[in-house]
């Protein structure tokens, strides 16, 4: 065989820097926004998410200004052979950037609201405090989630189970259309009627089939709600739960709610009553007539009069002070589960390995929200999206600050896990999950058959798993 000698192989190094060095040159030609390198200056920033558990090194990074800036971003990636990352907010991020390109949207924070319709195009980059605020000058509302600060489009994507979700369903069943650019750099427009089976695997696919640039979502006349929190000593934990597993049962679809173990951290930013104390707390939202609302939390004042109440009528655009979610970067670790019953030794599990038993507490919160409601009444097969079946999703967060705390976290859950299994659905929620556990309980988010249809849809248009930065969908992974 014959041996390619030293200049030849040195003069194919040099034209391959060659290309390279031209691509580069027709991206930052080609972009609007801004193509940052790994010397340049604002790189630091540009590289994190919110979760800054993840310390992603891209080999660069677009900041798209619109769409046609994400096509050639895809352009780059592919005569490259890079792979795609995309980030908006950096919450839930799945795997790091890592030599890869990543693309922001950031920039792109269009919101159009058509009031006669009841509907909404939304910029990829846009939080859902932006949406909400201009959807309630006109009487209406998004289906966003428990934090404003959040992206539109992840959130969505991964399914979207905020306050208004018994009564209207996912953020997922609202989405009329998406804009997208492919893997292969084409701009779609992706609905019903336009290239369906994308927009079925969208809805619950989570980034993995192609890059969202805007979506055509529903809003609904939601202006004043009834919600807030029940707070109760942690000693009461395994009562309220129990009771709470028997009230849910009579509430109707207006009533979204959840129940939570908390443990406050002991610092000032926290109010007197509860700075470093642990709380049981039975929180939600009424989306009906206030007195209804009222009159369903009023059998917990009855039952036991709670040492804090802030339940109340409120307008919509105060939602956010429901959950009272952090606002600024955090290393932090979530994990989850779709439960299918609540059983006393659950129950006991959940509060043990949630309130502090020996040292500090390694989780900050265990939360179970209720499902059912619209998001059961949605039908199985209409998106990608499975599990509406489940009772109650389940989710518990820690700050992990070191290694040795993210790995404390996970064999903690892990083993929390195991101790809950009988009443586990068997299902996971991905917007509940993040960094490598998304990936690695990916096909537990499915069914068995919607699955399969993924990793078909996966290889018809991404065959190359370039947008491989989310779940774990991989073409190959098609059964032949």
Known sequence: MKTESFSAIAARL???VQRSDEY???????VKGSVILRHDAGYERA?????????QRPALIVAAADAADVAAAVRYAR?????IAVQSTGHGVARAADDALLILTTALTDI???????TAWL???AQWGMVLEAAQRH???PLLGSSPNVGVVGYTLGGGMGWLARKHGLALDSVLAFEVVTADGRALRVSERENADLFWGMRGGSGSLAIVTAMQIRLYPVTTVYGGNLFYPADMAKEVFARYRDWVTTLPDEMTSSVVLMNFPPVPAVPEPLRGRSMVMVRGCYAGPVEEGQRLVDTWRAWRTPAIDMWAAMPFTQVATISNDPVDPMPAKSTGAWLASLSDATIDALVAGTLPQQGPPILTFTELRHAGGAIAKAGAHGAAFSHRDGLFNMVSIGVTPTPDALAAFAAHTAALRVAIAPDLHGGAYLNFLDGEEMRQRTR??????????????KAAVDPHNRLAYSIDLRPELVAV
């Open 24 to 30: 580069l040159e027709q991206l930052q030609s080609e």
């Open 139 to 141: 009487g209406l509302a």
């Open 47 to 55: 590289r994190r998410g919110w979760n800054l558990t993840i310390d």
């Open 14 to 16: 040099s034209e391959r």
């Open 444 to 457: 537990e988010a499915f069914s068995a058959e919607h699955f399969a249809r993924l990793t078909a849809l």
């Open 79 to 83: 005569h490259t052979g890079l792979g």
């Open 112 to 118: 159009r609201i058509d009031a006669a319709t009841q």
């Open 123 to 125: 910029g990829a980059g």
